[in-house]
């Protein structure tokens, strides 16, 4: 590889690319080069990344990276937007159930594309089959793909 795509930090949730502190580590000592960043200057960046954002709500969330994800496509957005839905109905302990179902739901849906509607449609699918058991619910919009 050429290059690597970095986060200076997660706030997108499990979507997020790798963070740049943690690359600088895996690369020590190696022949890959990030750009001469330093431990040092990537600290100074995150302190004046964290100031900048320190009016915005960030769910906890949308501050991890989780593995899990890229096997259950849901994009940055959709994930923060739906797991704020699950908080307001008390239901965001089934959070890591639904992106577990997720799986499943895109490869039955035929892998399209993790945008906006077809997420959101990825997504009440996987919340209804864990909610009211698998494919006893069809969500409209997964329905219609």
Same mark, same amino acid.
């Given at each position: 590889?050429?290059g690597?795509d970095?986060?200076?930090?997660?706030v !997108?949730?499990?979507t997020?690319?790798?963070d740049i *502190?943690?690359m600088?580590?895996?690369?020590?000592?190696?022949?890959? /080069?990030l750009?001469? *960043?330093?431990?040092?200057k #990537?600290?100074?960046?995150?302190?004046v *990344?964290? /100031?900048?954002l320190k009016?915005y709500? $960030?769910?906890?969330?949308a501050?991890q990276v989780?593995?899990?994800i890229? &096997? !259950?496509?849901m994009?940055g957005?959709? *994930?923060?937007?739906n797991?704020?839905?699950?908080? /307001?109905?008390?239901?965001? /302990?089934? &959070?890591p159930e =639904?992106?577990?179902? $997720?799986q499943? #739901? #895109?490869?039955k849906?035929?892998?399209?594309?993790? #945008?906006?509607? =077809? !997420?959101q &449609?990825?997504?009440q699918q996987?919340?209804?089959? =864990?909610? &009211?058991?698998?494919?006893k619910?069809?969500?409209p919009?997964y329905?219609?793909m």
């Amino acid at each position: 590889a050429d290059g690597i795509d970095c986060a200076a930090a997660p706030v !997108s949730g499990g979507t997020s690319q790798p963070d740049i *502190l943690t690359m600088l580590h895996a690369t020590k000592g190696t022949k890959y /080069d990030l750009g001469g *960043l330093t431990t040092e200057k #990537v600290l100074q960046y995150q302190d004046v *990344l964290r /100031d900048c954002l320190k009016d915005y709500f $960030m769910p906890p969330e949308a501050t991890q990276v989780s593995p899990l994800i890229p &096997f !259950s496509p849901m994009p940055g957005g959709a *994930l923060t937007a739906n797991t704020q839905m699950m908080r /307001d109905n008390g239901t965001l /302990d089934k &959070f890591p159930e =639904v992106i577990k179902a $997720m799986q499943e #739901v #895109v490869e039955k849906g035929g892998y399209g594309t993790s #945008v906006t509607p =077809v !997420s959101q &449609f990825y997504w009440q699918q996987a919340y209804a089959n =864990v909610n &009211f058991g698998p494919w006893k619910q069809i969500a409209p919009g997964y329905g219609k793909m």
